[in-house]
């Protein structure tokens, strides 16, 4: 529990923040949203887009749910969180259709599933509906960001190797292609979502050998 | 009031329904515009990269309104026809191919002509009249059908002699990254152009060969490997749909 009196940007409220993006990272070490991060991460900009929206919904729903925490009756509990988490999805894919329609469409049903992301319940759960609603936002949006910087991480690897790309536009120089009389050519494999699991697994295995605390006994 | 009661858990829950119902509902009706921009966009764009019109390159900044200028200027004329060539009432931009796509399938399983009649005569076939540079017209027309995961959809454009294709774009909604999603490439759709959909007299559409077609083949392209299944919803998808426009090309083919 945080304090009443607590300043806005104590330690412990930046702990709240900074301990998702490594220690508390929810993919590589809670393990949870694991899904989307591997089906959105073949090129950068959908997989930016997701983790913006991502990053939107974990905080305004933990900051909704720990406004209301106090009157949710116990029983419906759950049905509540989900309904509000399911506004908040549906309206982040209304907005991303109205202004940003092409990546929308890349990221298709991906965003509807962000409701059923085990980050946004898990911090609710876990964290919003026994906090104020300040923290509350702080770690939504530090967990939100822990996910998209895996995301953005992973991605990054994806559309270099496999397409030679960053963000569409070409990143390996065109004369090394074996189709050009080079001797390089894109590596297939990275599209494919099996991939996207590999490149997370590496990243767990790096974290992990700089951080020991982690690995399990 | 005690927060366990049934009455309590009751009014949360409706409460909490209307405040979240009306709050979705202002922000569909609020952002409906703009979506509905961005669709009839990219439809228009579709139709325009099928005769090399549509955006090719970054340096365009206002994309919304160069495809609109782009459209009027080249796009002269759109209209409906049904299955047996006749033309009808009707806005050929609004037409929705999913609903025809139903009726091309219910055609195909129907056993008596009578009934086959009746349904060609309720589809609605738009055409898209495209006049170049040089003033020759085009037409373009959208084709829809089935993938391995869900729907294709593309548009063929063809010369005035209503046989040659003068350039093809396909799309899809889910199909394999790297193997079935290919068709949506330019070097997939690139193959299309000069192939010929009539031998003769005789509809033959454009078979999507696996292995592939021989270069002198006028009716066949080559197949994506690894896309067996959307390479044949291709193919299917052609012969389907440019069956049903076939009268409409025989009657103006003179």
Known sequence: MIDQKEPLFSTKILRLFTNPINKGNPITVLILGVCSA??????????????????VVTGFSSFIISLLRNTIPNRIRIIVQLVVVAALVILVDQVLRAYAYEVSKQLSVFVGLIITNCIIMGRIEAFALGNKPWPALVDGVGNGIGYGLI????AFFRELLGSGTLFG????????????????????LMILPPMALIMVGVIIWI????NKQLIEK | MNKNSNTYTFLY???????????????????????????????????????????TGDEIK??????????????????????????????AFQIDMKEEYNKIKDIKQA??????????????????????????????????????????????????DFNTVYGAIFDHKGETPGLGAEIATRAFAGQFVGKQIFDGRTFTSIKVVKGGAPKT????????????????????MLHDCLNEYNTFFAKNKQ
């Open chain 1, 38 to 55: 591997l089906a959105v991460t073949a090129k950068m900009k959908p997989a930016i887009v997701m983790a913006i929206s991502v990053i």
């Open chain 1, 151 to 154: 995301l953005i991480v992973v």
């Open chain 1, 169 to 188: 536009h070409q990143v390996i120089p065109e004369n090394w292609y074996i189709a050009n009389g080079g001797f390089y050519e894109n590596n297939g």
């Open chain 1, 207 to 210: 974290q992990r050998s700089f």
């Open chain 2, 13 to 55: 829950a409706a409460g909490l329904v209307v405040v979240v119902a009306s709050a979705l509902a202002i922000a569909s009706i609020g952002l409906k515009k703009p979506q509905e921009k961005n669709i009839a966009i990219e439809k228009k764009s579709n139709i325009l990269s099928t005769v090399g019109k549509g955006i």
């Open chain 2, 62 to 91: 206002d994309k919304d309104a160069y495809i609109e200028a782009q459209y009027d200027k080249y796009i002269v004329e759109s209209f409906i026809v049904n299955g047996h060539g006749e033309r009808k009432e009707g806005n």
């Open chain 2, 111 to 160: 056993l008596e002509e009578e009934k086959k009649s009746a349904l060609r005569k309720s589809l609605n076939l738009p055409v898209f009249i495209y006049k170049d540079d040089d003033a020759r017209l085009k037409c373009i027309i959208p084709v829809y059908g089935a993938g391995l995961w869900g729907p294709l959809w593309g548009y063929l454009a063809l010369n005035d």
């Open chain 2, 217 to 236: 083949d006028l009716h066949g392209v080559d197949a994506i490997s690894g896309g067996t299944i959307t390479s044949r919803g291709v193919e299917e």
